[in-house]
Structure formats: C-alpha cells, structure tokens
C-alpha cells in the first residue's frame, strides 16, 4: 500500500508540473500575437494601410479593401459580430486594424471615433452586418450599433463630429435595414459618396419619430435612403426604399414615422409561408393563401358575417340564415380549383400565380360592396338617390381600397408580388371595364392583356352569365334552403378549357356534352328566384324593411373617417368608412332609437316581428317592352282605386295603400338563348371553340327564356278591403289586356260577416309555389 501510495503523488506532482508549463507557454504564445496584430493609432505597423494594402481580419477569410484615397469600400465577403456580453473585452469591430484605420483617417475627432469603436459598456450588442462606406467631403460619418436592455430596443446612431441620427427601433427576425446617406449638392453622380450599412435583426416599423440635429442638416443637406430586405427569403419582404430629405428632417418625423408604420409590416414565418384551412359544410376543407387570410381579418372583411346572402328570405325559410362571408369563402375556393384546373390541362396558357392570387382575391372581395339585406339595399338607394345609379360592385372595389388602406395592406401585396396593376386587374374582375372611355376599344382592360381574357369570365363572367359565384350559391342556397339541385359544379369544372376564338380573344368554353347542363344552370337560376329570392312573402318583407329605411334615411346618421357624424344612410355609398358601418343589424339600431321622427319604422318593425305583413293580392305577367317606371307604376295604382267598389262603411283606401311591384325572371339576356354567346369543344378537336344551337340540343326547349310580372300588394290587412282590391285588380287586367292574375274566377267581394269564414279559402293571398314541382327541359 506505501509504495502504491508514493507512485500516485509522484504522479500527480508530475502532471501539476506539466499542466503550469503548458499554462505559461500558452500565456506567452498570446501576447506574441497581439503584439503581431495589433494597428493602433500611430503605431508603426500602420504601414499596411498606408501601402493601401488589404487588411486581414481576425475572422478567417474575411478582407477589408481599401481604395487609393485610404478609403474603406465594400469586403469581399460581409462579416457577422458576435453577440457580446458586459464587460467582454471584444469590440463591435471585433477588429483592432479596422479601428485603427477609421480613427486615422476618417475622423478628426478622436472622441467620436472610439465611440464608434468601443462600446463594451453596452449591456449586449445586437448581431451585425457593417460596411462603412465614409462620405468624401466630410469624412465624419460612422454608425453604432447597441442593444439597450433596459428599454429593449436595438438603438442604430449615425454620426458625424457634430450631429447624431438616432432612430430607435423594434427588431424582428430575418429582416434587414439598409441606410444610404448621400449628397444632394453634386451634379456628378459618379463622385457622389454614400454611407451603407445592413443592420441584421433591424427594426421593422418605427418606435418614435427621429429626431436630426440642425448642424448635421447644415453640413450634409442630402438625403437618406432606408431599405428594407429579407435575407433568407426575399419573397418575405421586397426591397422597398423611402428618401429622406435631410435638410427637412426636423419638420418630418411624423411622417417618416408613418411611412414605416404603412410599409416595413412585422412579418414572421407564419404569416408569410403557411395557409390556412376552413371547414367548409359546402365544399369541406377549404385551403386558402396567406395574403386571402390577411383579406379575410379585416374589419372590412369580416362584416360580412353580418350581412345574410339571402336577406330578408330567412323571415320566410328559417334556415337559409348564411352570410355572403362563407359564400366570399366558397366562390374563392371554385376560383382556384378551376384555374388549378386550367394550369394542369392548359399549361401553354401560362397562368402565374400572380394571375391566380388575383382571381382568388377578386372572388373573396366580390360581395365587400353588399348593404343591408343584400339586393334590397341597393332599391333603397334607387329610392333616395334616383340620379346616382348605385350598384354593389361599386362599392366592392371602393372598400378594397379602404380595406388595403385602413389595413395597411399593400406592404402584403408587395410580399406576394402585387403591384398596382394587379389591383387594377382584380378591380376589372369584380366591376368590369373600369374606363368608359376604353368601353369601345377591343380590348378595354388593363389589368391584363387580350391572351389573357379567359380570366375575366371566371368570378364575373359578363359574357354567359355563368361563373363560379354562381356556381357557389347555387349549392350553398339550396343546401340551407332545404331544396335538392341536380347541378354538380366540379364536373362542370373539369370541362372547362380556355380556347381563342374568332375575336380573337380566349374564352371559357366546355365540353359538347355539357350543353345540358348549361340550359341545367339558367333553369336552376329560375328556381330559386321562384321559389325563394323572389317569394311573394319575401318580397312583402323586403317592401316594408325599404319602408323603414327610407324613413330612417333622415334620422340616421354614421361617423366619417374624420369622426364627424353626419353622414346619412343613403350617402354612406359615398364613405367607405361609413359604410363599413352598416349591415344587417341596422334594424336593431331603429327599433331602439329613441328619436321621436323613428315612431313609424318602429310601428313597421314591430308589425314585421308580430307577422302582420302587406296582403299579396295577385299578379299577372306584361311585356318587357311595357313601361313600368315609378310614375307608371304610381297612375296604375291610381287605375285600379277607380276600379275598386267600397261601400260607404269602408274605410276607403288610396293609391298610397297600394304597391305595385316588377318582378323580372330571366335566363338570359332580355330573353335571348342563353346559350347563344357559349363555345364548346369537342372530344376530337379539343382547341376549336364552336357554337351549338338551340336546335341542335333539343325540340322542348323553351321558346322564351324570360318572364315579367307586376305583383300587387295592399297595407290594409282588412280581408273585405282586400277582397275588394283583387277584384279591382282583375279588372283593371281586363282593361289593360294583361292576363287575369291566376285563380281570380274564384274571387268576389266579402261581406263584413263573411270575411272570416272565407280566409283560408283564398290561397292566392300566401301562394307559395310547390318545392317538389320539377320542369323539364
């Protein structure tokens, strides 16, 4: 055990020996090497710079160039700090011959030159990326860069001997920040010296306005450029520049401050890589693009949850309750699926993604300009402003710009490679031809060219009819309508090619064998519009709420963009911010208003909830070519109060009391084949385009494809006034030779004790069609 013993503490006094002489050796090995390295200010291993030789850094296979005048310009490869703790002994520099070089020549004031090179009282500095090119008039120009834990912002300060730019600034990952500092007063561009440095990590948007001292803007008066990029994805961000007048610095903080705010957004991975999937009932899972998420939460947006896509039709089919959001929803999903569709089968037709972004956006802002109750709104309109000739459309593409600028949108655009002429393409997608002075040219669009017209014809196609709106509301309708549609619009997709034809233009067309189909979608239109977009009862409802609006028109007032509430219902069509304000839940704001000129809209709200609705009394059908305007419609109330008998017991009605309504149910344009403007392809030649007649489909297709009805209504619910009025209805048909409105055989005048026996014998006052009844073609 002794001589065990003595063998270890031989060994280890032998190892502490070797240990403390590798110890020194290494000490001494690395004071040689600072000794070798080092280049301060006037000592004589300047002699490098002086021979305007390349520096060597202390990073391996990273060089510092020097120009002939002793000038730092570009490396060959862009160095990255470290992130430096308190108290370590590395600089920002990290680079004692580069320090040496800039207080030596570049400055005059040495204070200010350690400043920039010595900042280890920092409590860490921020990674970095700093190529300092120093202006050639002044030679004072240097940038520091510091993370202040305190307040937690990375603080950039751009120097000179006697002024500071200190912009403060919030960092995100993967973004960089590029200052270019130049002279405006030189006409020689090539002379013209800049000052650049990419700051990694760097802020996104302004924390507080810069603030520039009045010598700096005295000695420089130049301008100040700043960049914003993205390294590790450049489809992230785009390379976006502001221009900073320096001699104006002082008077424009706040909108430097808004400039960064509107166009260096806070982007991370997730926003700008992943998509985002909705459980549609309709069309299941449902992907959809970042930039239409970004669409999608916006206040702007999002107020179609409150408009219903049927309107007034839910006091009648209680769960057609769905709102034009998940209709938006869907018809940007068709929109997709077919031009996915068309890019698989057609790729000579060279379809971007640029082009299927903006079709995608088109169909999820298409409805952004629906009012109240859908269609009704824009009859309230009519009513108000006659002149104005209002339509939903648009203001769809007015509240794109409102949303995009509200939203600060744009910026997001850019990201997904929008520019402003694919705003003006979705805008013609959504509206039509946006010039009326280019209405007649043959090719009126701008957003895109003629090689491109098929994508017109997909979200509102102005030519057919047919489109994938339809083709959303069509299966969306009827599915919360309780009512089966034979129509399958996939199929209807997969036949889809686009094919230049005679005009010269590339137009949709499909499969031969789906003319049926096509006759299938017009007779669907019809259906729906019979059955539930234009139900006598729904149209009571819609007559009374257009009532209460008119009324409310007034008494109603909404707030501008500058919080003024002056605005009227009627000319909130003028402000989108206004009419951002009003949806379907304005009748809830008149039935509590407590404005004493609301009573009567009150008294028709209250009437609409207890079901004492305007009495249908009948219809009959007239020509398209017969005048109904409003004064038309007003002398033939006027004509059928002459035709009514009242005993001197009733209580005498006026035309006031009497509605007149149009009602028109088309197929096609003013009653034209539908199918008449459609191309088909064959299965032989599939790249001819051909037209296919009526003839040649089928003998029992209808011979007109429209109808045009007048539908009369009366306020009073008297069933013996009521009795009376149908009676002079029918005969003011007779004198007009309209035909005589359905079941009027059976109609007679009512006694007072008869009226109620007589109630549920009258069918024709809440005629509603049979669901089950299927027309053939």
């Not at 230049?500 to 519009?529: M, N, P, S, W």
């Amino acid at each position: 055990m002794t001589i065990n013993f003595c063998e270890v503490c031989l060994a280890v006094i032998v190892c502490s020996i070797i240990t403390i002489v590798f110890y020194v050796a290494s000490w001494f090995t690395h004071e040689e090497h600072d000794d070798n390295t080092s280049k301060e200010p006037g000592v004589s291993n300047m002699q490098g710079l002086d021979n305007d030789e390349p520096v060597a850094r202390s990073e391996p296979n990273e060089i510092i160039n020097l120009d002939a005048e002793n000038r730092l310009i570009s490396p060959t490869s862009q160095s990255t700090g470290k992130i430096v703790k308190e108290n370590s002994d590395i600089d920002l520099l990290q680079d004692k011959n580069l320090r040496a070089h800039i207080a030596q020549n570049e400055f005059d004031d040495q204070h200010i030159a350690d400043d920039y090179v010595t900042i280890d009282h920092a409590h860490s500095l921020a990674e970095y990326d700093a190529v300092v090119h120093p202006d050639g008039k002044t030679g004072r120009l240097h940038l520091s860069i510091r993370y202040d834990d305190e307040r937690s912002k990375l603080i950039v300060r751009l120097l000179d001997a006697q002024g500071l730019i200190r912009p403060e600034q919030i960092y995100s990952p993967e973004t960089c920040l590029t200052f270019f500092l130049t002279k405006s007063n030189t006409d020689d561009s090539e002379t013209e010296k800049h000052t650049r440095v990419v700051v990694e990590n760097a802020a996104i948007s302004w924390n507080e306005p810069c603030t520039f001292c009045s010598t700096f803007e005295h000695v420089i008066q130049g301008n100040l450029y700043v960049k914003a990029s993205n390294r590790t994805d450049p489809a992230a961000i785009r390379d976006r520049e502001v221009t900073i007048p320096l001699n104006n610095l002082g008077s424009q903080g706040e909108e430097i401050n808004e400039w960064f705010d509107l166009q260096f957004v806070q982007s991370t991975h997730n926003s700008t890589h992943e998509t985002k999937i909705f459980n549609d009932p309709i069309h299941g899972c449902i992907e959809l693009h970042w930039l239409l998420v970004k669409i999608i939460d916006t206040p702007q947006f999002q107020r179609l949850r409150r408009l219903k896509q049927l309107g007034v039709a839910y006091y009648v089919y209680p769960g057609a309750c769905h709102q034009r959001f998940e209709h938006s929803l869907g018809t940007c999903h068709l929109a997709g699926e077919l031009l996915s569709r068309l890019c698989e089968r057609q790729p000579e037709l060279n379809i971007t993604s640029r082009d299927v972004l903006c079709v995608q956006i088109a169909a999820l802002c298409h409805d952004l300009g629906h009012g109240p109750f859908s269609h009704m709104f824009e009859e309230v309109i009519a009513e108000l402003r006659p002149d104005l000739k209002w339509k939903h459309e648009q203001a769809s593409i007015l509240m794109i710009d409102h949303m995009i600028k509200e939203n600060k949108l744009m910026p997001f655009f850019e990201q997904a490679d929008l520019n402003e002429i694919d705003l003006i393409f979705i805008k013609e997608l959504i509206f039509g031809v946006l010039d009326e002075q280019t209405n007649n040219q043959t090719w009126p669009y701008r957003g895109r060219d003629i090689s491109k017209s098929f994508l017109y014809e997909i979200v509102s196609n102005k030519v057919t009819g047919i489109d994938v709106d339809k083709f959303d509301y069509f299966a969306r309708d009827s599915y919360y309508l309780g009512t089966k549609i034979s129509f399958e619009h996939l199929r209807f997709i997969k036949f889809y090619r686009a094919i230049k034809v005679d005009d010269g233009k590339f137009h949709l067309c499909l499969r031969d064998k789906e003319v049926k189909a096509c006759y299938e979608i017009y007779r669907i239109r019809d259906d729906l519009h019979r059955r539930a977009y234009q139900h006598p009862v729904v149209k009571a409802i819609e007559l009374m709420l257009k009532e209460v609006l008119i009324i409310a028109n007034d008494h109603l007032f909404f707030t501008n963009a500058f919080e003024k509430c002056d605005i009227r219902l009627a000319h909130t069509v003028d402000d989108m911010y206004a009419f951002n304000q009003i949806d379907d839940h304005i009748i809830t704001l008149i039935k509590h208003s407590h404005h004493p000129n609301m009573v009567k809209a009150k008294n028709i709200i209250e009437k609409i909830e207890k079901r004492e609705l305007y009495r249908y009394i009948g219809n009959t059908h007239v020509q398209f070519s017969t005048n109904l305007n409003k004064e038309a419609c007003k002398r033939a109330c006027e004509d059928i109060i002459r035709h009514c008998h009242f005993d001197e017991s009733d209580h005498p009605l006026t035309a006031r009391d009497l509605i007149i309504q149009v009602v028109e149910l088309t197929c096609g344009d003013r009653g034209e084949d539908p199918i008449r403007n459609m191309w088909f392809y064959t299965k032989v030649c599939p790249n001819k385009a051909t037209k296919i007649s009526k003839e040649q489909v089928s003998t029992l297709l209808p011979q007109t494809f429209c109808e045009r009805d007048i539908r009369l209504y009366c306020k009073s619910r008297d069933q013996r006034i009521c009795s009376i009025v149908r009676c002079g209805f029918k005969e003011f048909c007779l004198a007009k030779k309209y035909p005589i409105p359905k079941g009027s055989q059976q109609w007679t005048i009512l006694t007072p004790g008869s009226a109620h026996v007589l109630t549920t014998s009258i069918s024709i006052v809440e005629q509603r069609p049979d669901f089950k009844k299927s027309v053939s073609l």
